[in-house]
């Protein structure tokens, strides 16, 4: 069988792979006589102060290197594949599955669906343990890769199997008692489905997750998100206000349990709990250092929090009175989110009565009206509801809501077109309430914000 070999990208300058003449197209071999596999392996074996590197230059001829560095130091280059594999497909097919509920005709990159070990430590991504074999535990605990991210959805076998369509599924949760005994700190994620994993099956999902404390350092309670593209697939339905309220006591229930006997919190609510169930979000206490962030577990709570930080030190020295502030602009947000965001825009029209921020709520039409937050928003949808809107000067648009590291939404919509469409510039505001503060400031004022 050949040699995998693995194309240089990127060869960074004044890096030991620089000094050593690698280039750009070169291929790397093997680290000490090892194969590699995937990046843990390289990142495993570049540790050591002595490493002999096995480079393949594009004519064929090898070169054999004898590096000495610092322990742990990288040798600057960067992989085609930055996975150093190919991304493992999920071989489930849940009940709850987001991707099955895209519309046709979209870009293909959406309709993948990952389950795999690598990018939960790389990417934070969550994996349902039914797509890694023994090897592939052996090797997490060996190199002890962490956290890992798993979605649970239920500790009852026989209907992880029914939701995630796989007779696999229940089995899999012994590689949890693996991964548990050799200290690899995890994360872990429940979708919530009305009537399938709720009520009694929640309790006993929780009270058996409650056993891998501390190792397991939180777990997320989110409902399932329901497109308007469901035809043929499990009925589900959308929970109600009353049914957020019950979620949101019983996991508060358990909360204050896992405090008293294990000074964490662990179980939490996701955002959209307490919008749907018109509560305020908790204390920032009682999200453990915002472990659950990405699952959209107390970004609110931040995003106020350091909002009302920024307001609160430029009140107290002063800034807003000499600031040269005037005129109006627009921010679009989703649904879910308004009502906090529209209070911080009156919040700072407030400290600088010369302006006015319209904040419109954006119902998205193209997933359906179900779908209320701002990372699923379209162009389209943007551009339908506010071409007849007063925007002023610019239009604000939170960073989730484009493709990471792009200018383009989920229905490939460019945000040119969109500024071109609504006749106005479109500023992106980063996610922190600080930045919130200054992108107003900052597209109203003749001064520094």
């Given at each position: 069988m050949?040699?995998?070999?693995h194309?240089i990208?990127?060869?960074?300058?004044?890096?030991?792979?620089?000094?050593?003449?690698v280039e750009?197209?070169?291929?790397?071999?093997?680290?000490?006589?090892t194969?590699?596999e995937d990046v843990?392996d390289?990142q495993f074996l570049i540790q050591?102060?002595?490493i002999?590197?096995?480079?393949?230059?594009p004519d064929?001829?090898?070169?054999l290197?004898e590096?000495?560095?610092?322990f742990?130091?990288d040798?600057?280059?960067?992989?085609?594949n930055?996975?150093?594999?190919?991304?493992r497909?999920?071989?489930n097919?849940?009940?709850?599955?987001?991707?099955?509920?895209?519309?046709?005709?979209?870009r293909?990159?959406?309709y993948?669906?990952d389950?795999d070990?690598?990018?939960?430590?790389l990417?934070?991504?969550?994996?349902?343990?039914?797509?890694?074999?023994?090897?592939d535990?052996d090797?997490i605990?060996?190199?002890?890769?962490?956290p890992?991210?798993i979605s649970f959805?239920t500790?009852n076998?026989?209907?992880?199997?029914t939701?995630?369509?796989?007779?696999?599924?229940?089995?899999?949760l012994?590689?949890?008692d693996t991964?548990?005994?050799?200290g690899?700190?995890?994360?872990?994620?429940?979708v919530?489905?009305?009537?399938?994993n709720?009520?009694?099956?929640?309790?006993y999902?929780?009270?058996?997750?409650?056993?891998?404390?501390?190792i397991?350092e939180?777990?997320?309670?989110?409902?399932?998100?329901l497109?308007?593209?469901?035809?043929?697939l499990?009925p589900?339905?959308?929970?109600?206000?009353?049914?957020?309220?019950?979620?949101?006591?019983?996991?508060?229930?358990?909360?204050?349990?896992?405090?008293?006997?294990?000074?964490?919190?662990?179980?939490?609510?996701?955002?959209?709990?307490?919008?749907?169930a018109h509560?305020?979000v908790p204390?920032?206490?009682?999200?453990?250092?915002?472990?659950?962030?990405?699952?959209?577990?107390g970004m609110?709570r931040?995003l106020?929090?350091?909002f009302e930080?920024?307001?609160?030190?430029?009140?107290?020295?002063?800034?807003?009175p000499?600031?040269?502030?005037?005129?109006?602009?627009a921010?679009?947000?989703?649904?879910?989110?308004?009502?906090?965001?529209?209070q911080m825009?009156e919040r700072?029209?407030?400290?600088?009565?010369?302006?006015r921020?319209?904040?419109?709520?954006?119902t998205?039409?193209f997933?359906g009206?179900?779908?209320?937050?701002?990372?699923?928003?379209?162009?389209?949808?943007?551009?339908?509801q506010l071409?007849?809107?007063p925007?002023?000067?610019c239009?604000?648009l939170?960073?989730?809501i484009?493709?990471?590291?792009?200018?383009?939404?989920?229905?490939?919509?460019?945000l040119?077109e969109?500024e071109?469409?609504?006749?106005?510039?479109?500023?992106?505001?980063k996610?922190?309430?600080?930045?919130?503060?200054?992108a107003?400031?900052?597209?109203?004022?003749?001064?520094?914000?």
């Amino acid at each position: 069988m050949a040699q995998k070999a693995h194309i240089i990208r990127t060869v960074l300058p004044g890096s030991i792979a620089a000094e050593m003449e690698v280039e750009t197209g070169d291929r790397l071999i093997s680290i000490n006589d090892t194969e590699i596999e995937d990046v843990f392996d390289y990142q495993f074996l570049i540790q050591d102060t002595d490493i002999t590197v096995l480079i393949e230059k594009p004519d064929g001829e090898q070169w054999l290197l004898e590096v000495e560095k610092e322990f742990g130091e990288d040798l600057g280059v960067e992989f085609e594949n930055g996975l150093m594999d190919e991304y493992r497909h999920c071989r489930n097919k849940c009940i709850f599955c987001f991707i099955d509920q895209m519309p046709p005709g979209m870009r293909d990159t959406l309709y993948f669906k990952d389950d795999d070990s690598r990018l939960s430590f790389l990417q934070g991504n969550y994996v349902t343990l039914t797509n890694m074999s023994d090897h592939d535990i052996d090797r997490i605990c060996r190199y002890h890769l962490a956290p890992i991210n798993i979605s649970f959805h239920t500790m009852n076998p026989e209907l992880r199997c029914t939701m995630l369509n796989n007779r696999f599924a229940g089995e899999a949760l012994k590689k949890v008692d693996t991964l548990f005994a050799a200290g690899i700190p995890m994360n872990g994620q429940i979708v919530l489905c009305k009537g399938v994993n709720d009520g009694a099956e929640l309790e006993y999902s929780i009270t058996r997750l409650m056993k891998y404390i501390p190792i397991l350092e939180s777990v997320s309670v989110v409902p399932v998100g329901l497109s308007r593209y469901r035809e043929g697939l499990y009925p589900l339905e959308a929970f109600t206000k009353e049914d957020a309220v019950t979620v949101i006591e019983l996991i508060e229930r358990y909360q204050r349990q896992c405090f008293e006997e294990h000074g964490i919190h662990f179980i939490h609510a996701s955002d959209e709990w307490y919008l749907l169930a018109h509560m305020e979000v908790p204390e920032e206490e009682r999200y453990d250092g915002y472990l659950q962030l990405e699952n959209g577990v107390g970004m609110l709570r931040l995003l106020v929090n350091e909002f009302e930080q920024s307001m609160r030190e430029r009140e107290a020295d002063g800034r807003f009175p000499d600031l040269l502030v005037s005129g109006e602009l627009a921010l679009a947000t989703g649904r879910l989110a308004y009502p906090y965001i529209r209070q911080m825009a009156e919040r700072v029209e407030a400290a600088c009565p010369e302006i006015r921020v319209h904040v419109y709520p954006i119902t998205n039409y193209f997933f359906g009206e179900s779908i209320t937050v701002s990372g699923l928003l379209t162009g389209q949808d943007l551009v339908a509801q506010l071409e007849d809107m007063p925007l002023g000067r610019c239009l604000l648009l939170p960073e989730n809501i484009l493709r990471s590291g792009e200018d383009v939404f989920l229905d490939d919509m460019r945000l040119e077109e969109v500024e071109k469409a609504l006749q106005v510039p479109v500023n992106i505001v980063k996610s922190s309430g600080n930045d919130f503060v200054e992108a107003i400031l900052r597209a109203l004022s003749c001064g520094d914000a």
